[in-house]
Structures are given as structure tokens and as C-alpha cells.
């Protein structure tokens, strides 16, 4: 418990830190005047002021944090005629636009060098060699066999085939198609040696759907081996290998992955909307605990991966287009850029307190599925 709850702090700590300070840096940078900075919300536990007159906080309720801007469309800001020229609304479009968008473009940077870390340091790796597709499953019937290996990988419509290194990177690749629902090819090598292609048809994939697993429905899972232990028991036995890249190569490598990963997780999203993901995937608090927890008691990689998709999570969610968050604020600045001129401030405030309701909801739901997965079941 005391492992979970110090992971969960860590978590919300770091990710939460690194959102505002893109935020800061980036106001900063464009010579907007910041009034607060603070990590968690409701009462402060302390707080101290910079020479610059920003106050800092740490709040008690962790579960979040925002920056102030000095910013003339607040009502309840009285600003000065010294102040004024540093306020938020009186810059360009441009800056405004940068100051809001580099909160979530910070987390996307922290994925990447978390990743990097990672792969700097030396990652285990599984092999992209296959078990046994299930006898109903599109791989069975397109031939693939227990110990194939996958060398190569070719998206539909791609002229050339890419190197598949590991297992790892091949499940986000399927994910990748399976949520594009794009077809794809496998560049494969038999247990005899033999090196064959199959091709993997958009109308034959399976399709998302929230009461169906599309990954099982493919079939194509990492092989396991058996081994005997003294009693005589056979127990599953993962054979990996360490992937160890240098800095400049762990950052290119780093931040393919994160673009994957955050393809695969935006039509996720879009997939709530259509129907195509299903509501109980989304996750709240307490599953949020459990995973810091759970990773961090395996080691420091397993926690830092953990953090790595979480960042691309919360880098996602506040680039969805609902007012409070930074999705929101673009769409304003979008209309703007279209229509010459801002949104009226009531119907702003209005749009505010809509998209107040609409999380609290979202919220409300992710943990009573949260309560289902972990105190109901």
C-alpha cells in the first residue's frame, strides 16, 4: 500500500509538473506575466514567491494543477497599467495558441525521453517469434505457423518493408493497423528456415468493437516456451533479448514510438464517440494507483514505460477539443483564425461551465469503472 501510494504521488507529480511547465515556459517565452503555479488544487501546503513575483504552490488535493496567466478576459483579475502589456489576451493569435498547446506538447516530449532513458539504458526485449495461432483466428487461416519469426513489416500501400525488431514494437504496429483498419504484410521466416510473406487484407481484419477482443480475433501472439521444473511441471519460460541503443538512436527510436502509440491511442478516443470503444476502458484514480504501483514493484523501467504512456494519455485528453481544457482553448483560437475575431466572453464562460459538467461526469464514470474493476468484482 505504501509502495502504491508513493508511485501514485510520483506519477501525478511528474506528469502534472511537466504539463504546467510547458505552459510556464512557454508564457514566459512570450513575455506573459505568470501569477501562479501550482501542483494540486484546494488548500496550499506551502508556497513561496520567485523574483518575478510568481507564486508557487503544492496543493493538497493532487489530482491535477494549473498556471495562472496575468489574462484582462478573467473577471475577477484586476490588472495594472504596468501589467497590461504582459497579459495573455492582448498577444498575437500565434503566442496564444503556442502558450495553451505546449502543456500537452510537454507531455509528448517527457514520453520521449522517458522512452529514451529506456532504451539507453538496455530494455529487455521479446523476440517477434509466434506461438500457435488459434484455430479460428485470421492468422491460422492465412497460414501462419508456431514458430514463425517476423522480420519485416509493410503497411498497405507502403512500397517497402520495415525491420521488425521485437515482439514489443510489433504489437503497437498491429494495433496500428488494426485501428486504421489498414491492411498490412509479414515478412516471415519458418522454423525450417524458409522466408515467406503474408498478406493481411483490410477486409479481413477484424473490426474494433467494444465487446470483441480484435487482437485474439487476429490471432498473432508472442511464443511462450515450455520448460520442466524438478517436480516435473512445465512452466512458461520468456526468452528476451536486451535492446541497447545509443543517445541520438534511443530519441529517433523514442519518438517513433510515441507517435505509434499515440495514433493507436487517438482512434481509441474518437473510437468512445462512435461507438467503437467501449466506456469501460476508461480508467480513473484508483486504476491509475494500482498500475504506479504495480510497475513500480517490478523495477524502475517497467514505472518509467508506465509514466511514459501515461504522459501521452494525459497529452491526448487535453488536446480534445472541450472547453476547460487545452483543447478547448484552441478550438476558440480556431474560430478566431476563421472568423477574424474571438468568441464572445459570455458565450465563453457558458461553453466553461459546460465543459465543467461534461468532466466531472467523464470523471464520475472512469471511477465507477474503477470501483467495478477493483471493489465490486
Known amino acids: 500500500m505504501i509502495i502504491t501510494v508513493l508511485a501514485f504521488l510520483v506519477t501525478l507529480g511528474v506528469l502534472v509538473s511537466f504539463h504546467e511547465l510547458g505552459h510556464y515556459l512557454a508564457a514566459r517565452s512570450c513575455g506573459v506575466r505568470v501569477l501562479q503555479f501550482s501542483i494540486g488544487f484546494g488548500k496550499p ?37 504596468e501589467d497590461r502589456p504582459h497579459s495573455f489576451d492582448v498577444k498575437p493569435l500565434w503566442q496564444r495558441s503556442w502558450i495553451v ?16 532513458l529506456i532504451y539507453i539504458s538496455g530494455v529487455p526485449q521479446l523476440p517477434a517469434r509466434l506461438q500457435a495461432p488459434i484455430e479460428s483466428s485470421l492468422a491460422a487461416k492465412l497460414g501462419v505457423m508456431a514458430g514463425d519469426t517476423v522480420n519485416e513489416w509493410k503497411a498497405e500501400g507502403d512500397d517497402t518493408f520495415e525491420e521488425v525488431i521485437s515482439w514489443n514494437a510489433l504489437r503497437w504496429l498491429l494495433l496500428d493497423a488494426l485501428t486504421a483498419e489498414k491492411g498490412f504484410s509479414l515478412q516471415l521466416t519458418s522454423v525450417s528456415g524458409g522466408n515467406y510473406v503474408i498478406d493481411f487484407p483490410a477486409e479481413r481484419l477484424p473490426k474494433m468493437d467494444p465487446d470483441t477482443d480484435p487482437m485474439k480475433q487476429l490471432g498473432i501472439f508472442p511464443e511462450l516456451k515450455t520448460s520442466n521444473t524438478q517436480n516435473g511441471s512445465g512452466v512458461n519460460v520468456i526468452e528476451s533479448f536486451e535492446l541497447q541503443l545509443d543517445p541520438v538512436s534511443a530519441f529517433f527510436y523514442a519518438t517513433e514510438r510515441v507517435w505509434l502509440i499515440t ?27 494500482d498500475m504506479a504501483g504495480k510497475t513500480a514493484q517490478f523495477g524502475w523501467q517497467p514505472f518509467i514505460s508506465f509514466l511514459a504512456l501515461l504522459s501521452i494519455s494525459v497529452g491526448l485528453l487535453n488536446l480534445l477539443p472541450l472547453p476547460m481544457l487545452d483543447g478547448g482553448q484552441l478550438m476558440y483560437d480556431a474560430w478566431e483564425m476563421v472568423s477574424g475575431k474571438r468568441i464572445p466572453q459570455t458565450l465563453e464562460e457558458l461553453f466553461q461551465k459546460f465543459g465543467f459538467v461534461l468532466i466531472i461526469a467523464l470523471t464520475m464514470l472512469a471511477l465507477f469503472n474503477d470501483l467495478q474493476r477493483y471493489l465490486l468484482s
Not at 58 to 79: C, M, T
Not at 273 to 284: A, D, E, M, P, Y
Open 45 to 81: 501546503l506551502f508556497k513561496w514567491i520567485d523574483r518575478n513575483k510568481t507564486e508557487w504552490m503544492v496543493a493538497a488535493i493532487p489530482l491535477g494543477g494549473f498556471v495562472k496567466l496575468v489574462n484582462g478576459r478573467d473577471p475577477n483579475q484586476h490588472i495594472s497599467k
Open 101 to 116: 498547446a505546449a502543456g500537452p506538447l510537454a507531455n509528448f516530449l517527457l514520453a520521449i525521453l522517458l522512452l529514451s
Open 263 to 289: 495514433k493507436v491511442s487517438a482512434r481509441m478516443m474518437l473510437g468512445l464517440i462512435t461507438g467503437k470503444t467501449s466506456f469501460k476502458q476508461l480508467s480513473g484514480p484508483i486504476s491509475i494507483a
